[in-house]
């Protein structure tokens, strides 16, 4: 233990984290992290896998050292290593052979990358953070949203705060791509040029900084398939793999569409019982998302039996993984759209009255904004009508109302035309 301990934590030898470690900087994600390590509580960063916790980890690492900690005051480990011994004696014996080795004084940092796959792992970290008081700081990941299960936020009560990572914002995108913004008006050929790779190939760092095609297909499979097995068909020991698999993949296909649980349980051949706790499962390992019915109240939003919309974390892991039969820009417009509106922390709705709303965004003051993406030049009169339907449905309670289009930028009869290209960049 002793020896992959300090195969982990290779600053305690050189001072400082391998280049090799810490990647491509992002800002936006970043930067909320770093307000944090002051205070006493938990950090748990939480996301798909691949989406860059563990690189997040090392750049926080590396802040810490530069800001003047001691680097044998940070231990990091990844629990994803294949210990046949799951249970939280291994988080024990990691813990004391760090302090064996390096024996530190004042406060220390501890890096837990992947911690759901210890057993309890919980008890342990409550244990540890109550012991140590404010001389332990504790920065945890893991890729399940189980981790913020009822049985931990009752452990754990006022100890944690949680952020979800995501793949990269096409801001960050375009900063892994080495292209400064200065002037969107000027730049804007540029800027869609990118765009179109982003709103294809989706923003998972090994895939961004890879220009192979082949490559990054048989990475992205890869991801597909780590995500279904470890994640899920291990970890909730499924039976029926082969369904979930077909789920994943007719989920993908489908996205944006309205689907109904009664149809995708005849397409796919699972009782309505098992294929609700199949998607809860695909959700919880941040794959998709369920888009709800908007109501202002969430007990009728919830209790409607209106179908969901299916949405998923990356578009470029949607590509690998469905079956595609022709291009579909427009379905991919309104992915990146629904991950962005998550990524911005906001709740996000659909709404179907005689036409329908892609987003609806209850904003906290109860106020509504509503958005629709058509990947288009020429707007289809049923985009301005749904919103104004929405409007008129919902009277002075609508705030906002958003076209994302193509290139369309403009202002008229209420409505807001924004290229999604420049919305993603949080310009417009």
Known sequence: MKEIVKRWNPWWLYGKVPESKKRIARPETLGWITKLLNIKEIICITGVRRCGKSTIQFQIIDHLIENGIAPTNILYFNLDEPFEDKSISILDSIFENYIEIN???GRKYIF???????ENWEKWLKKYYDLYDIDI?????GSNSTMLSDRMSTLLTGRVISKTVYPLSF???LGFMEFELKDTDVQRSE?????????NNGGFPEVVLETDVDINHMRLNEYFDSILLRDIIVGKKIRESSKLIELANYALTNISALLSYMKISKAIGLSVSSLKEYLRYLEQAYLIYQLNFFSYSIKTS???QKPRKIYCIDNG??????FKFSSDEGKLAKNSAFIELKRRDLDVYYWKGRREVDFIVKNKDNTLMGVNVTYSDVIDEREIKALLELKENFQGRVSELILLTRNVDKSEDGITYIPIWKWLLGSG
């Open 191 to 199: 800027v869609v040029h990118h765009f179109l790779n982003y709103l």
């Open 317 to 322: 892991l949607r590509n690998a993984a469905s």
């Open 137 to 141: 700081k504790f920065v945890i990941t």
């Open 171 to 173: 801001n960050e995108y």
């Open 112 to 118: 837990l990358d992947e911690i759901q796959n210890i």
């Open 103 to 105: 024996n530190p004084s």
């Open 302 to 304: 919830l209790a409607i």
